[in-house]
């Protein structure tokens, strides 16, 4: 059974940070593109940063400056960095794992961002 479990949302100030976690079991994550999604109310989801099977990272331009992605093959982990957060990060996050063609999400994490 596949599972991911985030962990690390909640509300922060604006200029805060959180680091968001994203645990899997029942996949060889290693062999795993790991992404990082929001959706706020309202909006679509989207695509916040990617990190390939060898490391290589892809973020959003909005966030580019302020986020990092990373993972720990080693605790089937990624991780989600964020720095100097303003109130339109404000969204559920959601962890992704994909390798063709299969693809898992997790549950989500809320992250609110106000003062």
């Known amino acids: 059974q596949v599972q991911l479990v985030e962990s690390g949302g909640g509300l922060v100030q604006p200029g805060g940070s959180l680091r968001l976690s994203c645990a899997a079991s029942?996949?060889?994550?290693?062999?795993?593109?790991m992404g990082w999604y929001r959706q706020a109310p309202g909006k679509e989801r989207e695509l916040v940063a990617s990190i390939t099977q060898l490391g290589s990272t892809n973020l959003r331009n909005s966030v580019k400056d302020r986020f990092t992605i990373s993972r720990d093959n080693a605790k089937n982990t990624v991780y989600l960095q964020m720095n100097s957060l303003k109130p339109e990060d404000t969204a559920v996050y959601y962890c992704k794992a994909a390798t063709e063609p299969r693809a898992y999400w997790g549950q989500g994490t809320q992250v609110t961002v106000s003062s």
């Open positions: 029942g996949i060889i994550f290693r062999l795993y593109i």
